[in-house]
């Protein structure tokens, strides 16, 4: 995800922030940039069933744009009928 977030929030309390959110097993967070006021950074989620209700509210909360979802992995489980 692409985001824009303000400098007074950490990326420490920021990852740590997206970590509590339902679904989320592993944040990464990389700078790709710094301006007078906000910083964009780059973010990716790993975990199952993340709740993107829950995260977009989290978001909101720190005061943080998500200016774009750049890419999304979809595995589909397979289960093995019983016989």
Request: aromatic share 2%; charged share 30%.
């Amino acid at each position: 995800m692409d985001i824009l977030k303000p400098h007074e929030t950490s990326i420490i309390d920021f990852s740590q922030a997206l970590a509590q959110v339902e679904g989320i097993e592993e944040v990464d967070v990389i700078v790709t940039e710094v301006d007078a006021k906000t910083e964009t950074v780059r973010v990716t989620l790993r975990g199952s069933h993340i709740s993107y209700e829950a995260m977009s509210k989290m978001l909101s909360d720190h005061g943080v744009t998500l200016r774009s979802i750049d890419e999304i992995n979809v595995v589909r489980k397979s289960t093995v009928a019983s016989k």
